[in-house]
T-cell receptor, first 112, second 113 residues
Framework: EPEVTQTPSHQVTQMGQEVILRCVPI?????FYWYRQILGQKVEFLVS????????KSEIFDDQFSVERPDGSNFTLKIRSTKLEDSAMYFC??????????FGQGTRLTVV | DAKTTQPTSMDCAEGRAANLPCNHS???????VYWYRQIHSQGPQYIIH???NNETNEMASLIITEDRKSSTLILPHATLRDTAVYYC??????????????FGKGTHLIIQP
């Protein structure tokens, strides 16, 4: 079965540093998403991306976040200046159409 | 906030059917009911979705009441690997949009050996 791949599985960074989380969505999917889950809390929607532009974003997705699809296969989430509260599991997802999304295994980001 | 209400936790014996309820009394006519699950800290996994008819796939069955205000996810023969948090999510199919999913706290289903 095709799957969404995320790298790295775990990233540790110092506060104030920039990080880029990478995802390879399923190849024929058109919609791409980032979610995050702070330890012990709910999965939270960050942003969706369609046709090379942001389709929807949550209040969490402020100016320190950006997304990009630099080529035909990768989808990235950049956090410009990390804060301690950005420590979380970040999940990438993709779908052929809205709703039935396939999630990756996540990147655990630890900001120290 | 999520538009659904689910019990916080449930137990089920291995091999028995697990029936997970969900209330979505404010669901509107064009909104679907989706079920996802999250095993430990893995990425959420799609299970099934439906609009008004009952649905079945290789993982589960979804029973939606006639007034669509509640639904039940049925895992017919639960195994230990079905222990997970199960999320019931209501969302519209916007066609041209890419709306995110709103996850609630879900039901922690524990399958007992």
């Amino acid at each position: 079965e095709p799957e969404v791949t995320q790298t790295p599985s775990h990233q540790v960074t110092q506060m104030g540093q920039e990080v880029i989380l990478r995802c390879v969505p399923i190849s024929n999917h058109l919609y791409f998403y980032w979610y995050r889950q702070i330890l012990g809390q709910k999965v939270e929607f960050l942003v969706s991306f369609y046709n090379n532009e942001i389709s929807e974003k949550s209040e969490i997705f402020d100016d320190q976040f950006s997304v990009e699809r630099p080529d035909g296969s990768n989808f990235t989430l950049k956090i410009r200046s990390t804060k301690l509260e950005d420590s979380a599991m970040y999940f990438c997802a993709s779908s052929e159409y809205t709703g039935r999304a396939f999630f990756g295994q996540g990147t655990r980001l630890t900001v120290v | 906030d999520a538009k659904t209400t689910q019990p916080t936790s449930m137990d089920c014996a291995e091999g028995r059917a697990a029936n997970l309820p969900c209330n979505h009394s404010t669901i509107s006519g064009n909104e679907y009911v989706y079920w996802y699950r999250q095993i430990h800290s893995q990425g959420p996994q799609y299970i099934i979705h439906g609009l008004k008819n009952n649905e079945t796939n290789e993982m589960a069955s979804l029973i939606i009441t006639e007034d669509r205000k509640s639904s039940t996810l049925i895992l017919p023969h639960a195994t230990l690997r079905d222990t997970a948090v199960y999320y019931c999510i209501v969302r519209g199919y916007s066609g041209g949009g890419a709306d995110g999913l709103t996850f609630g706290k879900g039901t922690h289903l524990i399958i007992q050996p």
